[in-house]
């Protein structure tokens, strides 16, 4: 008699825990390693910032010392004593307020002409189609190359014959024109769509009506770089005020400083306290337009 044996199913194996994987370590350890990096970046930053400003700081520290503390070995980076008085002397023992007027003036003035002329040609360079546009335009732009000092003399000399020499006309004519502001203004205005420009001459607008209702407006950031760098260059300057101008009454603030040198002395302790009150107007005014800056300067390297 044969018997048949039941065999009951065995239960299923239980599956046996699968040890944690390592994709869930990923996230955390990348927040750490982007925590880690963003602080690195940061302690770099902070300590090349801190390089750069040492200068400064040893400016104004300087400007409240007196003369003999200046140069001392080591630096003493806590004066002894302090001079504040500096910054009233200097206002009688030179004309400053004089000075800061003329730079004030040839800065402004030529700042308006380069923002000018270098937008209305790079209009020119960009938005309006004519034979040899970009030859003319990289032979223009070859013209940075070429150094100051190779045709200041060339320079001198016409300007000698037009009878502009120890006037503001010299400089102001000679800086009205800038290859590097219609370089920066070119390209910013390439990432201006052709479309609209297109769209005004068919509505009828004449081209300097483009650039001057349409084109503009949109170039704020633009602009107000190339305001910015070329008045902080017509500020700055010291060679071309120094060549052109011998009357003391048309002197600029870099030029009048130099009255603190003498042949066998110097007051530099004057000459720190009158650069610092020099570099006021640029720190305001990069304050000012800081935004714009930074949006200009972005934009215009988008393409090239």
Do not use: C
């Not at 030529?110 to 970009?134: C, E, H, M, N």
Request: aromatic content about 14%.
């Amino acid at each position: 008699m044969n018997t048949t044996v039941m065999r009951k199913d065995s239960p299923p194996d239980r599956a046996t825990p699968s040890p944690p994987s390592d994709r869930t370590n990923r996230p955390a350890s990348r927040g750490i390693r982007g925590t880690t990096g963003r602080v690195g970046l940061y302690a770099v930053l902070v300590v090349l910032a801190a390089v750069i400003l040492l200068p400064f700081v040893w400016m104004v520290i300087s400007s409240v010392k007196a003369d003999r503390d200046v140069f001392t070995v080591p630096i003493q980076w806590i004066p002894t004593s302090y001079h504040w008085d500096n910054f009233v002397h200097i206002w009688t023992d030179i004309p400053l307020a004089t000075y800061l007027g003329n730079s004030l003036i040839l800065s402004v003035v030529i700042t308006f002409l380069q923002v000018l002329t270098g937008s209305f040609a790079a209009y020119g360079f960009a938005k309006v189609r004519f034979p040899g546009r970009d030859v003319l335009f990289m032979g223009y732009i070859a013209t940075i190359a070429v150094p100051w000092q190779a045709y200041m003399v060339p320079q001198y000399i016409i300007m000698q014959h037009l009878g502009l020499v120890n006037s503001r006309w010299s400089l102001i004519l000679l800086q009205a024109f800038g290859a590097f502001g219609v370089f920066l203004m070119r390209q910013f205005y390439l990432t201006i769509p052709d479309e609209l420009s297109e769209a005004a001459r068919l509505d009828g607008l004449s081209e300097y009506g483009i650039w001057a209702r349409i084109i503009l407006p949109l170039s704020k950031p633009a602009l107000a770089s190339l305001a910015l760098l070329t008045f902080v260059n017509t500020w700055n300057d010291y060679m071309g005020p120094f060549i052109y101008l011998t009357d003391n009454n048309l002197w600029t603030v870099q030029i009048g400083l130099r009255s603190f040198i003498g042949q066998f002395n110097a007051q530099y302790a004057m000459i720190m306290a009158g650069s610092v009150l020099s570099v006021l107007p640029i720190l305001a005014i990069f304050l000012f337009g800081q935004r714009y800056f930074v949006r200009g300067i972005a934009a215009s390297g988008m393409k090239g």
